[in-house]
């Protein structure tokens, strides 16, 4: 069973636009996290938010949780090409993933 | 600098052929994972691993074998490859400390079963 789902599936955006992907899970969670994937290599976490946290922010990256609606969201903010990739979320500790969201960003 | 490190970035089989994939993590982590994604279907965890001699089964175990002898390296065994075990297999490894739960991916191992 898949407990994260990332929705949209594809992305295309241009340079210095904001790229926003969203999450729903089925279960239960102390913690969501968010990964990265370049093409054809490991993925890398890039941000955890917990279950009592309403949002977070990284960098150029904002997280939202909602648990009464089972939901997170990324937001990339001024995003550049190098942002180029798929994001997935899970939850912690037996982490299931979803679909992934390919972000492409244009130059 | 942590890693994760699999022991095959590619691979090519034959149907019938036995399959080692090895993984090894260098962070003393509990938690070891195998994965297999493929296009549309996402990542699909096949086993998991809390401890030594220790394995449990995930989402899609058929097929699929697991070793842990040592807490640093967590091998996945195709006993008998098939052509729909193609895919790209990645391990991870994770603490029970730090209650995060932050998963470390090695690169993958893409596996042709021909």
């Known amino acids: 069973s898949q407990q994260g789902e990332e929705d949209p599936q594809a992305l295309s955006i241009q340079e210095g636009e904001n790229a926003t992907m969203n999450c729903s899970y089925k279960?239960?969670?102390?913690?969501l996290q968010w990964y990265r994937q370049n093409s054809g290599r490991g993925l890398v976490h890039l941000i955890l938010?917990?279950?009592?946290?309403r949002e977070k922010h990284s960098g150029r990256l904002r997280v939202t949780l909602d648990t009464s609606k089972k939901s997170s969201s990324l937001l990339i903010t001024a995003s550049r090409a190098a942002d180029t990739a798929s994001y997935f979320c899970a939850r912690s500790y037996i982490p299931t993933f979803g679909r992934g969201t390919s972000l492409i960003v244009h130059p | 600098d942590v890693k994760v490190t699999q022991s095959s970035r590619y691979l090519v089989k034959r149907t019938g052929e036995k399959v080692f994939l090895e993984c090894v993590q260098d962070m003393d982590h509990e938690n070891m994972f195998w994965y297999r994604q493929d296009p549309g279907l996402g990542l699909r965890l096949i086993y998991f691993?809390?401890?030594?001699?220790?394995?449990e089964k995930g989402d899609i175990p058929e097929g699929y074998s697991v070793s842990r002898e040592k807490k640093e390296r967590f091998s996945l065994i195709l006993e008998s490859a098939s052509t729909n075990q193609t895919s790209m297999y990645l391990c991870?490894?994770?603490?029970?400390?730090?209650?995060?739960?932050?998963?470390?991916f090695g690169e993958g191992s893409r596996l042709t079963v021909l």
């Open positions: 991870a490894s994770s603490s029970v400390g730090g209650n995060t739960g932050e998963l470390f």
């Open positions: 938010i917990r279950s009592n946290e």
């Open positions: 691993s809390y401890d030594v001699k220790m394995k």
């Open positions: 279960t239960s969670i102390n913690n």
